[in-house]
């Protein structure tokens, strides 16, 4: 599959490049928003929002007038409003940074998959049309699904129809709903992003014990992550401040992070949520 990478920072693209390759991508790099429009089409285009000469927006707006490629935008913007703006316009998908090489993969067979089954033409192309799989690198059959997708399966060391109940991890007065994904604490239900749900759940699988910065890193931001590790910190401490205590995380120095209540927290909140209350 022939990938067009619009990026302008070095930093970002010379890894990218080196972690789609390995894994069988060939990647044409564009260093501006003209040499981007410039390029011949490719399969899927990675798009930087932050460019040099153009704003990335238009970049998208230039590539969708003209073309059905899908395009998978590559942000540092917090502002939800590019994004949003984005998509309306015809991109296909978005990853922030940082992110990891194999959750940028997924979704860009997401992409291709959703995109050549919605456009019969494409199929006419060369490209497989709605019941046929594109020989994606690195597969043998249908390409893999989502990371998303799947890391929102039970293991399988779990019943395959357990009750809602066996899903439900009490840790003191902690509560998280691995199937809901809703976490409470004292009965009081916390928001949490999904990255921050996920790092509590990495913590939670082990109460009490360490769990190495490495580890954590492969499991909340996948293998192959690149980007810089200072974000696992950001959201330790984000996590804290929504637990409301920072001695629910304790900070091995040099080795990693461990979840366990704080000295004095109650052991659990009599009836939140009990089994018959997550069954319904």
Known sequence: ????????????????????????????????????????????????????DMDGIEVCRALRSRSQVPIIMITARSDEVDRVLGLEIGADDYVSKPFGVRELIARIRAVSRRTQFGHPGRAAAGHPGRGEY????????????????????????????PDAAAFVQRIGPLTIDRRTHQVHLDGTPIALSPKEYDLLACLAGDPGAVCTRQHILDIVW?????????????????????LGDSAWIDTIRGVGFRLRPPAGAPAAVPGWPGPEQDAR
């Open 222 to 242: 996948q293998p192959n992550y690149f980007g810089p590790t200072k974000t696992l910190d950001v959201h330790i401490a984000a996590l804290r401040r929504k």
């Open 134 to 161: 594109a020989a994606f690198p690195g597969s043998a059959g249908p390409p893999a699904p989502p990371l998303s997708q799947t890391q929102a399966r039970p293991p399988s060391s779990w019943p395959s129809s």
């Open 1 to 52: 599959m022939r990938v067009l990478l619009i990026e302008d920072d070095d930093r970002v693209a010379g890894p990218l490049t080196e972690g789609l390759s390995r894994f069988g991508f060939t990647v044409d790099r564009a260093r501006s928003g003209a040499e981007g429009l410039a390029a011949g089409e490719p399969d899927t285009v990675l798009l930087d929002l932050g460019l040099p």
